[in-house]
């Protein structure tokens, strides 16, 4: 083993790897290792310039056991920046500290006269190499020792109930509703992120943590520590980027649906919001309204004058949002230029498709710049020069037809290597162009990666089913979302997948999902909401007129009760305004999520550790959603202080825990005071 004080980083050499800890912003190190005798360059989600610190490095002895009884010397490195220090003794095992006491360590288990004098023979080392037979790549196994009654938090969205991720393997894939977030806010006060797009795997295990990445060319960490999260999330947001100042204009209700087929279908929709007196910020205009995948442009069949459509809508005070799709079927007029040109994915074997819903399709590769591009020109020309103010880039993990990630790659790389980071690429395509052009804006996504809050996007949680399992699921996606970083956040308010929209207990499960909506980062409606009985526009397999629409989904469709209760959690909304917009300031400032776990906002309350049914709104509402059918009642736990109940306005001393009434019309709010 040797040492190098290199202006205070610390590289090591080791059996042929080399590694570099670094300061990398306030009580924060970067950890980098390799086989391939240099480093990439690559800077991955820390995009940021941080605060320079001065880390101290030293390096000096200290007694090891040989085995046979005897003592001997071996040298041992530290650095140290502010509040954290990490130690790599002789056999290359780095342990983390923060003021001085363990919070991380690397796992190892292999004799080597040191360490641990159990279960040495394993041959286990922290850091597991093997090469990539054929290509310049390895596969990476990653492990670190499992602390005792830690929990552990955020990592981005995974489908499941289960907010502690403790015990939890995790796909670091991206997928539909799945979206890989690497980032972990730890219980024993540090955050911990998987600077590594690589497709793999993490496994937060009772024995020991696990990462995998199946290609990569570099093992690269970043390790932070604070007294709370909130403290955590301040030096990752410092270190990988802040989300904007949103828009005041959107932050109340956007309209959508699966789908809008004409222009008249939109302006009728909006029309009647107008009637009503309800203003709507932004209207959305959903899949299919182009001739195919790729064409980027309406179907002047069903949208003859988008150009009109969009002003009357600005003259009604209402944004326009459209969806892009990154797939381009063989019938488009863009997929032979873009096929030609290098444009699109590449498989390794088998047919060059990768997409197949509604059309034989091969998606874009967005990690190329012609190709960011050339699909910025077609949809600046066909969209944004008509007035359009937004876009919903759908699909955006990519969907591909079959997650077989290492039968793609990008020119950049195999997808194995670096496929995660895709949807945040997709989406500087827009965000890129748009920055320049001075105007404000946000568009929707559905998947994102570590450092996606820079980059203007609201994050939704993708096409899940409309129950209440569902549901349950969102919320704890939601708040782990927020504790990785990603404070724009949303879903499809009662679900996505529909049957029947007759259905009563659907009918309730929406007005629980609105009434949550409302105390979330955005209000969206949006749903595919069946019987699909609703005939075609035409008869072609292709164009605007032939897919499938749904149900109406705008607040009255659902009968006058439902609707006056959604028109009176609207009005909350609305209320709310100068609140919520000092909630996405606090975001851009430091991090914080609009919706937030109980710990964040009482970290010393171990209770709230514990609790996964309710959350903060902010620092001023407790909110306690019903998340179950036909619940008209539950108990909410009120941490120290005193407690307004929103209904009543009876006031409550904390510590405690209080039943409270939930009929339909009602969801249990706490005002803190």
Not at 298 to 312: I, Q
Request: hydrophobic fraction near 35%; charged fraction near 25%; charge should be negative.
């Amino acid at each position: 083993m040797r040492f190098v004080n290199d202006n205070g980083a610390l590289v090591f050499y080791r059996k042929g790897e080399m590694g570099r800890i670094e300061a990398w912003g306030e009580n924060s190190l970067r950890v980098r290792t390799t086989m391939q005798g240099k480093f990439t360059g690559n800077v991955w989600a820390l995009t940021e310039e941080v605060n320079k610190t001065g880390a101290k490095v030293s390096i000096d002895l200290e007694d090891h056991w040989v085995g046979d009884g005897t003592i001997d010397k071996k040298e041992i490195a530290t650095i140290q920046n502010g509040r954290i220090k990490a130690t790599v003794n002789f056999a290359g095992v780095i342990t983390f500290y923060k003021d001085d006491k363990k919070v991380l360590r690397e796992y190892y288990r292999c004799y080597d006269g040191t360490l641990s004098r159990s279960s040495r023979c394993l041959k286990i080392v922290s850091r597991e190499w093997k090469g990539i037979i054929g290509g310049s790549e390895y596969s990476l196994n990653m492990k670190f020792e499992s602390n005792p009654g830690e929990k552990i938090f955020g990592m981005g969205q995974y489908q499941q109930e289960d907010l502690d991720l403790k015990g939890c393997v995790l796909e670091l894939a991206q997928r539909n509703s799945q979206i890989s977030v690497p980032f972990a806010v730890s219980s024993y006060g540090y955050g911990f992120l998987w600077n590594n797009p690589a497709v793999g795997k993490v496994s937060f295990a009772k024995n020991y943590t696990e990462w995998i990445a199946r290609s990569t060319k570099e093992l690269d960490y970043w390790i932070t520590v604070g007294d709370t999260p909130k403290d955590i999330l301040a030096n990752y947001t410092n270190a990988t980027g802040h989300a904007k100042i949103f828009p005041e204009d959107l932050m109340g209700l956007w309209q959508c649906k699966l789908r809008y087929r004409t222009q008249d279908e939109v302006l009728t929709v909006a029309r009647h919001y107008k009637k009503e007196g309800i203003k709507i910020d932004q209207i959305v205009i959903d899949f299919f309204h182009w001739p195919v995948q790729g064409d980027w442009k309406f179907d002047k069949t069903y949208w003859p004058d988008p150009k009109a459509m969009v002003d009357e809508l600005h003259e009604m005070g209402i944004k326009v949002m459209v969806s892009v799709w990154p797939s381009v079927d063989r019938r488009s007029e863009n997929f032979y230029p873009m096929m030609e040109q290098g444009l699109l994915i590449r498989t390794e074997r088998g047919a060059e498709q990768t997409y197949d819903y509604q059309g034989d399709c091969v998606e874009i590769d967005v990690f190329n710049p012609e190709t960011r591009k050339y699909v910025w020109e077609v949809c600046k020309k066909n969209y944004y020069d008509l007035g359009i103010d937004a876009f919903w880039l759908d699909n955006s993990e990519p969907d591909y037809g079959v997650y077989d990630f290492d039968n793609y790659r990008y020119c950049d790389g195999p997808a194995l290597a670096i496929s995660n980071m895709y949807p945040q690429m997709y989406s500087r395509i827009f965000h890129d162009e748009m920055e320049q052009l001075g105007k404000p804006f946000v568009n929707l996504l559905r998947c994102a990666w570590a450092g996606s809050q820079k980059y203007n996007n609201v994050v939704w949680s993708g096409d899940v089913p409309s129950t209440f399992e569902a549901f349950r699921e969102q919320l704890q996606c939601g708040l782990n979302m927020g504790l990785a970083g990603i404070p724009w956040w949303t879903t499809d308010i009662g679900g996505f997948m529909t049957d029947d929209v007759d259905d009563p207990d659907f009918r309730q499960l929406l007005i629980r999902w609105f009434q949550f909506a409302v105390y979330s980062a955005v209000l969206r409606m949006h749903g595919d909401r069946g019987p699909y009985n609703i005939p075609p526009l035409d008869d072609r397999n292709y164009g605007g007129g032939y897919l499938k629409t749904g149900q109406p989904n705008e607040l009255w469709s659902y009968g006058e009760d439902n609707y006056r209760i959604m028109k009176k959690y609207y009005d909350i909304r609305i209320s709310m305004h100068d609140y919520i917009k000092s909630l996405y300031e606090e975001a851009s400032q430091n991090g914080s999520p609009l919706i937030r776990t109980m710990f964040y906002e009482f970290p010393e309350d171990e209770k709230c550790w514990e609790l996964t049914d309710q959350y903060m709104f902010g620092s001023r509402y407790l909110v306690a959603p019903i998340l179950y059918l036909n619940q008209f009642e539950r108990s909410v736990y009120l941490p120290s202080g005193k407690w307004k109940l929103t209904s009543t306005g009876e006031i409550f001393t904390g510590s405690t825990t209080v039943n409270v009434k939930a009929p339909i019309d009602y969801m249990p709010v706490f005002e803190r005071v």
